[in-house]
C-alpha cells in the first residue's frame, strides 16, 4: 500500500468513526421502529468493520507485538474495546465508550504531526510543569483548610468536611464559580477573592508555558527543513 493509499485509507476509516459517532447520536431520537432497526444494523456493520480494519492492520504488520504495543496500536484497540464490551454486556451506558473512536482521526497525517509536536513540547516543560503542578495542589490544599476554618460554623451544611472546602477551591482557582458554594463571611470572601486572584496565574503560567515551548518546537522544525 503506498502513501496515497494509505492516506485515502485512514481518511475513509475516519468518516466511518463520524458515521458512527452520528449514528450514536441519532438512536437518542424517538425514531420508528423501523428506522432504529436500520440505525442498529448500521452500527453493526461499522463496528465489524472496524474489528476486521483493526485485525487487517495486526496482519500487515512486520512486527506485530510492535504495532499492538505502540502508541497507534492501543489507539486502534481502544477504538475498538467498546465494540468488544458490548458484544458481551447489554449495560447501556457501555456504548456511551463507542466516542472513542475518534480517536482515531489522531492517526491521520496532518494532526499525527500536530499531535508529535505537542509531546515534544510536552517534553521540553516536563520539569517546569511538575514543579507548577505540585505547587497548584499545596495552594488548592492550603485554601481549602482556609476556606473551611472561616466558613464551617457559618455555613455547616454547605462546608462539611475538609472535601467540600477543596472543591471550593477548585472551582475557585479556576474561576470556574458554579454558584453552588460561596462564601458568607467577610472572611471568607476576602479568602475567595485571593483564590480567584491566584487562579488565574494557575491558569495563565501553564498555557504560557505550554505555548512557549510549542513555539520552540515550531521553530526548530522550520529550521530542520
Not at 42 to 56: M, N, Q, R, T
Not at 186 to 201: F, H, P
Request: some cysteine; overall charge positive.
Amino acid at each position: 500500500m503506498n502513501r496515497k493509499d494509505k492516506v485515502r485509507f485512514e481518511i475513509a476509516v475516519s468518516v466511518a468513526v463520524l458515521a458512527s459517532i452520528a449514528i450514536m447520536a441519532l438512536e437518542t431520537f424517538s425514531f420508528p421502529a423501523e428506522v432504529k432497526a436500520a440505525l442498529l444494523f448500521a452500527d453493526a456493520a461499522l463496528s465489524l468493520i472496524f474489528v476486521v480494519e483493526y485485525l487487517f492492520r495486526i496482519a500487515r504488520a512486520e512486527n506485530k507485538r510492535a504495532y499492538m504495543t505502540s502508541f497507534y496500536g492501543i489507539i486502534d484497540l481502544i477504538a475498538i474495546f467498546p465494540i468488544l464490551v458490548h458484544a458481551a454486556s447489554s449495560v447501556r451506558v457501555v456504548r456511551l465508550l463507542r466516542v472513542l473512536r475518534i480517536i482515531r482521526l489522531l492517526k491521520i497525517k496532518r494532526y499525527s504531526d500536530a499531535l508529535d509536536r505537542y509531546r515534544q513540547a510536552l517534553k521540553l516543560i516536563v520539569a517546569e510543569a511538575t514543579l507548577f503542578t505540585g505547587v497548584a495542589f499545596v495552594f488548592i490544599i492550603g485554601f481549602a483548610f482556609l476556606i473551611y476554618e472561616f466558613e464551617h460554623e457559618a455555613q455547616p451544611d454547605v462546608y462539611g468536611n475538609i472535601f467540600d472546602s477543596i472543591w471550593c477551591a477548585v472551582i475557585s482557582l479556576t474561576s470556574v464559580g458554579y454558584g453552588d458554594v460561596y462564601p458568607i463571611t467577610s472572611a471568607g470572601r476576602l479568602m475567595t477573592l485571593a483564590m480567584v486572584l491566584t487562579g488565574m496565574g494557575i491558569v495563565a503560567v501553564p498555557t504560557a508555558l505550554l505555548a512557549s515551548a510549542l513555539s520552540r518546537v515550531h521553530n526548530q522544525d522550520a529550521d530542520g527543513r
